[in-house]
């Protein structure tokens, strides 16, 4: 095993989150570089406001957030889509990470997936954080949504129902693990 690290997370933080469930599935599939798996839920912080900036500082889980992001060689992201968008946790994560350090991903290379029950799987956000990555410092070298996740889910095996879904998720990690891990 390369002693290389990845960071992953999703953008969820809700306790029956799918794509928090994709994740796992999708980290499991990485054999030749160290994953970290975290949840947002475990590092919560107030809505961004700069007046709690200035008077009480950085919340103390986004200093810590922010210094695991400095041991990463990449990172493994799983987002949900809100209203064609990201979702609060995952931009006020991200507001905050940005006033403590920038570039946010470190020019690290990135795999980013997505999952929803909608037909196309959060895709258009999947899009529009690519081209956002340009102001987070990110580059996105692998990617793919899973649509009607309901369908396409064994929700009791934890993994893809169908040899398709498998097969393009295995196809998206391999990209990324060649990428970062060779
Ligand atoms: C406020 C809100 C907005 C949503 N907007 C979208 C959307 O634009 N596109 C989509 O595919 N699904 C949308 N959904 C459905 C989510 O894809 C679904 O709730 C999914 O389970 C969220 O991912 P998570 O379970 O990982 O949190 C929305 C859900 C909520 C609560």
Redesign the pocket.
């Given at each position: 095993m390369d002693n290389k690290s990845i960071l992953a997370f999703?953008?969820?933080?809700?306790a029956?989150?799918?794509?928090?469930?994709?994740l796992i599935y999708a980290a499991g599939l990485i054999k030749t570089c160290r994953v970290q798996l975290i949840s947002l839920r475990d590092y919560s912080a107030p809505l961004y406001n700069m007046d709690i900036e200035i008077s009480e500082g950085f919340p103390e889980k986004m200093k810590e957030l922010n210094a695991l992001f400095n041991k990463q060689d990449a990172f493994l992201l799983?987002l949900?889509?809100?209203?064609?968008?990201v979702?609060p946790v995952f931009k006020n994560t991200i507001d905050w990470l940005s006033r403590i350090e920038m570039p946010i991903f470190r020019n690290k290379p990135l795999c980013l997936l997505s999952?929803?029950?909608?037909?196309?799987?959060?895709a258009?956000?999947r899009e529009h954080v690519t081209g956002l990555m340009l102001f987070w410092g990110g580059k996105v070298v692998s990617a793919c949504s899973i649509?009607k996740?309901p369908e396409k889910w064994d929700g009791k095996q934890h993994r893809p129902a169908d040899a398709e879904t498998q097969a393009m998720l295995r196809n998206t990690i391999r990209i990324f693990e060649k990428e970062i891990c060779q």
């Open positions: 999703s953008g969820s933080n809700s029956r989150s799918i794509n928090q469930e994709l799983a949900p889509e809100h209203n064609g968008s979702t999952a929803s029950p909608g037909l196309r799987g959060g258009h956000n649509g996740f």
